[in-house]
């Protein structure tokens, strides 16, 4: 697609219950990144690939967090067992190569209620 | 640990004028450096990437410089306009077998008439 693209754009759930954002690279971008923004904050990094291999989680903030990108494209990020904390925008970027700009989406933009 | 700090955390200036916005970072090893503005609500978009070898690079009323045995980063901005009106945020890139995405706080910038 012409830029990256991010679904859903808004989602509301309630405590406890399992969400799942999905990311649309650019397409033929190698490396796929996941962060989190909460209000007014910088943004915070997940999660990062290059093509469908996981090159690092360090940033998941605990287990119920998971991502994964089998084909090497779409990228899916899991919240399971959601907590109000985790209420924040979810952007996914992604970059032609390692070293090439990233290109980021308008994010995904999560309420735990 | 590898950091990202930005300072100053927030800044309102008059229309006009110029202002400078600093990043220090303690990323090892380094790849690159990027400078990127987000509007409210929007997704970050990229100003300047660096490498190790460059000390300056300009970009319209943007002007990076990097200082890579002192780790720091500035970005100036000249002759303000409302539409500055952002945070700026370094990013800065660690190259290992993959590369890690660090993110700095942000800075946020308001130009006022």
């Known amino acids: 697609g012409a830029g990256v693209s991010q679904s859903p754009r808004y989602k509301v759930t309630k405590r406890g219950q399992d969400v799942a954002l999905r990311c649309d690279p650019i397409?033929?971008?190698?490396?796929l990144y996941w962060y989190r923004q909460a209000l007014g904050q910088g943004p915070e990094f997940l999660t990062y690939?290059?093509?469908?291999?996981?090159?690092?989680k360090s940033g998941l903030p605990n287990d119920r967090f998971s991502a994964e990108r089998p084909e090497g494209s779409i990228s899916t990020l899991t919240i399971q067992r959601t907590e109000q904390r985790d209420s924040a925008m979810y952007r996914c970027?992604?970059?032609?190569?390692?070293?090439?700009?990233?290109?980021f989406g308008e994010g995904s933009r999560l309420t735990v209620l | 640990k590898n950091q990202v700090e930005q300072s100053p955390q927030s800044l309102i200036i008059l229309e006009g004028k110029n202002c400078t916005l600093q990043?220090?970072?303690?990323?090892?090893?380094?790849?690159?450096l990027r400078w990127y503005k987000q509007d409210t609500g929007r997704g970050p978009v990229s100003l300047t990437i660096?490498?190790?070898?460059?000390n300056t690079k300009s970009n319209g009323r943007y002007t990076a410089t990097l200082d890579a045995d002192t780790k720091q980063s500035s970005l100036h901005i000249t002759a303000s306009q409302l539409s500055d009106s952002a945070s700026y945020i370094c990013?800065?890139?660690?190259?290992?077998?993959?590369?890690?995405?660090?993110f700095g706080p942000g800075t946020s910038l308001s130009v006022i008439p």
């Open positions: 660096m490498t190790f070898s460059e």
């Open positions: 990013v800065v890139i660690s190259q290992t077998s993959y590369d890690k995405v660090i």
């Open positions: 990043c220090n970072y303690t990323v090892s090893p380094f790849s690159n």
């Open positions: 970027a992604s970059s032609r190569d390692n070293t090439g700009e990233l290109f």
């Open positions: 690939f290059n093509y469908e291999a996981q090159q690092d």
């Open positions: 397409s033929g971008h190698v490396s």
